[in-house]
């Protein structure tokens, strides 16, 4: 975190060469004002403005939602691949094997106290039912210790969660572990609460995780709004029975690629900033959000930088991962296969947050390379993005970052992300090509000059 | 609308009288402070708190929703017949003939440029498809003077509207005629985007009105952000075709009835304070804000009434409408046959747009009637909802303004209400306890003071 005051139990001499690297670097930082306003004019009131946008919504409205494993997938790999290569950057594919979870038919309702239909999204590594489906009593729980309070209850029924939503990192703990959790109890599936501040009877969906040696019994998320309704029939008494059919299953890993493009440094082109989104999405909604913005915002930085013939000291590289939505897959593989060069990566960089209107970033780095990034981002002000909120977040990046080497997200303002995540919801309609063309300015900025300065950030 | 300077054109003698008369009634109504805080104290923090609620959720947690034609609508009047009766009020039934539009299975996709599944709603009133299903190319348009000006192209095809949305009470015009305005034009079918400000992939249904003399064809609602990709799909240049099957039929008229519910005023019992909401629903979601709320303050505000042992001069009537949905069925039949006592009914009253966070009534009424009803929002000083908005709106209540009885609508706080409208998103999860016991108390004193009141309501 950026230090405001000099610490007391610094030497003198410290803190004055501290001082003078700070104002030196202030000084070559401010010097890049000029380009900084250039590809922030190109962005957003030249010829690209609302390029980012306009290519989202080419690239998902011809292929629509790309669940790994998918021909979907498939497609958009080689959708990006060729549409950066005419772009002109200098583009290839890195091979990843990803789970391939099939979603099948499925279908829920309430056969007791009165025939309900229930809207429901299987979990994905959920298995699925027989195909005559369950058919099963119901235990409504409103969180993990009511469970373990009336665990005797729980045999043999359907556990039905009706957690609260309190932020997305904690409720998500029964998306990932409700089925264990249930399971271990001798329940036949778990229907989970959605993981989302507000619904319109709508499910959402999401990757599970089974326990070792627990009994893997099917999981869906069903919508707020049945959950709340089965909470209430059981509270006043009433028997619940629910019909549960899922056709999920788990196929043989499938055969996918990250998709590497890069402008190449000229004076040290080993050294990289890495610039990111993942291209997969869950098999709902058009994966427009979560993550084709920070996706298309990753390209366009290259593409503005590439435009106004700029080529900086390291080199800029974005990958859209594959496989993030089953666990970060093809970032984890990536990290494995280039930790080698860890002394080469300067930033790494992920928008998977949303492409909404950005504030500025969210940054993990050592006290000085806040230092240099509190520069950095001053650049922004002409779009008052000029935020920098220590501690980043970023499931792709988290590998480097535990690695110590500096991270930055998007970071756009509180908006309705999680409304729309893993849902049907998930479609053009939540973007804005403004917003987008603020978002692309901000990451080529970001990105270009990093990538531009005498030195690597400090780790 | 209350006019707070004197007019000109009056003479003083006028002028005085009129200021005597208005100091009369202001002290004639501020007698009722003690009975009105009364209702209140019971209804927001005594034992009727939460009731509204409670029942509404009862009701529709047992009954579901209940659209014109259905058992569910019968066992809902069977059911509020039977709870208002236990309440100790006087209850019956008023025989009403209604529509019975059956649903049928319904399904649609875009077949090209790429599979994708649309999520529809029928209309009601709407024929369906052959069991085979329409396959035909799209048009879409953004408004009928787009349509207009090119109707040389709607011969034979799937006429998409992709309207932007202004207010409900003009864009619902698309819901309404749009099946007739393209089939004029020789389309085979029209899909509507829904009428609504916000959207999670959500499709809104409602009644559409098909023209004499033109070929009905089927009219179905489709999202948002299905009509939004159709719009840049066809922007594009791109060809798109869609497959349209729906089983809608509509069966002869069904028996149904309006349930009425009375406390028989002591001095004047055929003179009428009429409170309404309607019992009749669409078949998706659960009806609990259209308008099982509206039912059960309705309900609710006799019951308070009746609780503290209260009886006006006049009788306090709820009528629980039939077939609103379906165009104003019951309410237009009951105006028919009780408008031969024209006379005797003092205030007509309706909550059909939430029960959201009262604000206070919209009223309709004479110069003179304003004034009474300026005096009796004050006493509703204590739960902060003493607005009087001149002009109501109510389907239900219609016929009666029209015909110069003073008419009062429940006024709620600007709300999500058409976010969840004719949806699957109607359900107790938008309702608020609190809320719902604010409306019922206002609901309630409004009822009663002007009930007791020495005089009717000036027409
Ligand atoms: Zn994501
Ligand atoms: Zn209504």
């Known amino acids: 975190m950026f230090r405001r005051k000099p610490r007391l139990n610094k030497s003198t001499s410290l803190k ?78 890195e091979p990843v094997k990803v789970p391939h979870w099939v979603r099948g038919k499925e279908s829920a309702e309430i056969v007791q106290p009165r025939s309900k239909n229930l809207a429901i999204l299987g979990l994905g590594s959920s298995v699925g039912t027989p195909p005559e489906g369950i058919q099963a009593d119901v235990l409504v729980v409103q969180s993990f210790d009511e469970l373990k309070r009336r665990g005797s209850e729980a045999k043999g029924k359907i556990v039905v969660y009706n957690q609260p939503f309190v932020s997305y990192g904690e409720t998500v703990a029964y998306r990932a572990f409700g089925a264990s959790e249930a399971g271990k109890l001798g ?157 080469n990566f300067d930033l790494v960089m992920e928008s998977d947050l949303g492409t909404f209107r950005p504030v500025g970033l969210q940054f993990t780095g050592s006290d000085a390379a806040q230092k240099v990034m509190a520069e950095v981002v001053k650049l922004l002000a002409p779009i008052n993005t000029t935020r920098l909120e220590p501690h980043g977040e970023g499931t792709d990046i988290y590998p480097w970052m535990n690695a110590g080497i500096p991270g930055a997200s998007l970071h756009v303002m509180d908006s309705r992300y999680f409304w729309f995540h893993h849902s049907e919801g998930d479609t053009m309609t939540v973007q804005d090509p403004h917003e987008m063309d603020l978002c692309s300015a901000l990451w080529a900025v970001v990105a270009y000059v990093v990538a531009d300065l005498e030195e690597m950030l400090p780790r």
């Open 187 to 343: 329940a036949v599936a778990a229907l989970i609460r959605s993981v989302t501040p507000f619904s319109i009877n709508s499910p959402h969906t999401g990757l599970q995780d089974y326990q070792d040696g627990v009994k893997k019994i099917p999981a869906a998320c069903i919508t707020i709004e049945d959950a709340e309704l089965m909470w209430r029939m059981a509270k006043r008494g009433e028997k619940i029975v629910v019909k549960l059919t899922m056709g999920a299953t788990t196929l043989p890993d499938a055969d996918s690629f990250n998709t590497v493009a890069e402008i190449k440094g000229w004076q040290h082109p080993e050294q990289v900033v890495l610039l990111s989104g993942h291209l997969d999405s869950w098999d709902v909604g058009q994966g427009a959000m979560d993550d084709g913005g920070g996706a298309m915002i990753s390209w366009e930085a290259l593409s503005l930088i590439k435009d106004l013939g700029l080529r900086p000291r390291r080199t800029l590289r974005t990958v859209l991962w594959t496989g993030e939505e089953q666990g970060g897959v093809g970032s984890q593989q990536y990290f494995n296969l280039h930790k080698v060069n860890l002394s």
């Open 16 to 93: 004055s060469r501290e001082a003078k690297i700070s104002l030196d670097i202030a000084k070559e930082v401010t010097a890049y004002a000029d380009v900084a306003k250039q590809i922030i004019d190109l962005a957003v009131y030249g010829d690209a403005r609302n390029r980012s946008y306009r290519r989202l919504a080419d690239f998902t409205d011809t292929i629509g939602n790309r669940v790994s494993g998918s021909k979907n997938l498939e497609m958009a790999i080689n959708y990006m691949y060729k549409a950066m290569t005419v772009d002109g950057l200098d583009v290839h594919l």
